[in-house]
């Protein structure tokens, strides 16, 4: 039981540090990734605080150099599913009646420790096993996670704060209970702040997780799930359980027990999800909560005032940082034809010299996709690319896959906009661009709107402020996420809590009170202190 009224201590966005040549965190990392490579450890599922070892095993490997195996893995299935959903069930009730400051004091030791003796772990863990150079695992798996902790922590005791209002002779109370039944996390690839993050929000605020992380990401997994237990995560509260989708997500979604899921990956497989829970409705015992950001087509539009040069930045960050495998990452620009000389002048040589290759080369602007999938998916939008009248590569355009799954950042220019790699989502470093009569203005803005279903970010550039408030206003509903005269990735928790609409998910806001809410189930309580004695009002004397 809580004897105090607790105040959270004020979070600060973690410092991002800089790896410079010569610099103490750089030897440091450098060291910790050196170290890691030359292990090969196994991975086990963690289930009610055990290490579960199936004998079904697969291999976890750098993407940049994909002979080269880091992990073998256990795999799961139904009956560690099965295991899974009675570990979280078994813990629910010890977990949800701790008091609410020890459970936040548990993620704020979390958050200490990366900021701290795991930092070079996990950023490790997230370049060997993600393909990510020091700054994009720097930002990720160290400063988001950190960030998301402190800050989830804070805004639990701001929602433990809102209270109703009481008439006199009354005191009415606001109970923020967990969910009745367990929460299913399922995470992705290419954030570890976004694993870290799906399952513990829920745990925070009293909920117990069956968490499957993403298969091309359960190197840095293993490590999270060190994390949480150094920390003091009780057993049982977040059960790690990885495999396929199907062997692990039908076992759950069958469960009478599920309360909700917490979802970040493709839009097809979250409507998968969505459906199969509908189909389900009457076997749970309330209705689940679907919390999913799924996928984008995240555009940057400028206008004929916008400044040329931080346009051209724009694009190269925003489309090749993480070679483009952020849900937030710019994979179509619309350029004024005005712009599009000096635009263009700039954009080839800078594509050109983008450095990639093996992320323990601190050099290295990119590393590789993840897996060979996405591989084969970039080079079928350049091939279609160089073969079509539609369209033709401006720069880049090179892939190889013999060592690792590298592609050259690549922009593909289309004459027309309604040209397939302006439409479909890709996840990679291949960022189409059409350029349009500068006349045309609010037509584009129309062409915006229309051409994708997706609504998760993008961005508008210029210096005429009519035209900055028109974009926004024109675009309301194509972005969650709305950037004005900079890139639509890099959203920073507790100063732009992030998701999207349309086929981009639920926008719940990771990184904001909206998303705790989600896993809250309220409860009025109304204390009468002198309760009537006479079942007739005055009215009827």
Known sequence: MSLGIFKVPHPVNEPVKGYAPGSPERASLAAKVKEMAAQKI???LVIGGKEIRTGKLAKAVMPHDHGHVLA????GGEAEVKLAVEAAAKAKAEWAAMPWEARVS?????????????????NAATMLGQSKTCHQAEIDSACELVDFYRFNSFYYEQILREQ???MPGMWNRLEHRPLEGFVFAVTPFNFTSIAGNLPTAPALVGNTVVWKPASTALYSAHFLMKLWKEAGLPDGVINMVP????SIGNPVLASPQLAGIHFTGSTSVFNGMWRTVGQNLESYKGYPRLVGETGGKDFIVAHPSADPVALTVAIVRGAFEYQGQKCSAASRAYVPSNLWPKVKEMLVPMVEGIKMGDIQDFSNFMGAVIDANSFRDQKNAIDEAKASNDASILVGGQYDDSKGYFVRPTVIQAKTPGYRTMCDELFGPVMTLHVYDETKWE???????????YALTG??????????????THLRNCAGNFYVNDKPTGAVV??????????????????????????ISARTIKETFVPPTDYRYPYMG
């Open 443 to 453: 037509e584009t803005l129309d062409l915006v709107d229309s051409t994708s279903p």
């Open 72 to 75: 073998d893995v256990h795999l």
């Open 106 to 122: 548990i993620f704020l030791k979390a958050a200490d420790l990366l900021a701290g003796p795991y930092r070079d772990v996990l």
């Open 164 to 166: 109703p209002e009481s």
């Open 494 to 519: 507790g100063q732009q809590p992030f998701g999207g609409a349309r086929a981009s998910g639920t926008n719940d806001k990771a990184g904001s009170m909206l998303n705790l809410l989600r896993w």
């Open 243 to 246: 495999g396929s989708g199907a």
């Open 459 to 472: 961005a508008v550039f210029a210096q005429d402020r009519y035209a900055v408030q028109q974009a926004i």
């Open 42 to 44: 196994e991975i086990p």
